[in-house]
């Protein structure tokens, strides 16, 4: 095999790892998304809840909004640990390989 085609290979697999994280990840957003439309529909509210208390509410939403950007800042940082630890991989195979290379010639 050459260098080339396992440069290749290595490409496909990566290319497979992060469409899978990509679809896990949507799934996961689409999730959310469908509950905060559920809970901030514009139905009327039912029952006791904090619909009634507008200050409540707003205080409530504000809280969640935080939440979720915390979910937001620590899904990034996670997607740059695994950006980064890809690279790394990546130039420690190039490496390897540049090194078989040279032990071929």
């Known amino acids: 095999m050459s260098e ?20 896990t990840s949507h799934n996961s957003v689409m999730k959310r998304s469908s509950v905060l439309q559920l ?6 509210c039912r029952g006791p809840s904090l619909c009634s208390i507008p200050e409540s509410t707003e205080e409530n939403a504000e809280k969640k909004l935080e939440i979720e950007r915390m979910h937001w800042t620590e899904a990034e940082s996670k997607w740059i640990s695994l950006a ?5 991989e990546l130039e420690a ?13």
């Open 39 to 44: 809970h901030h529909s514009c139905e009327p």
């Open 84 to 88: 980064e630890e890809l690279r790394v």
């Open 4 to 23: 080339r085609d396992v440069l290749v290979e290595e490409i496909q697999d990566l290319r497979t790892q992060l469409k899978y994280y990509t679809e």
């Open 93 to 105: 195979n190039r490496v390897l390989a540049d090194k078989q290379k040279e032990e071929l010639n």
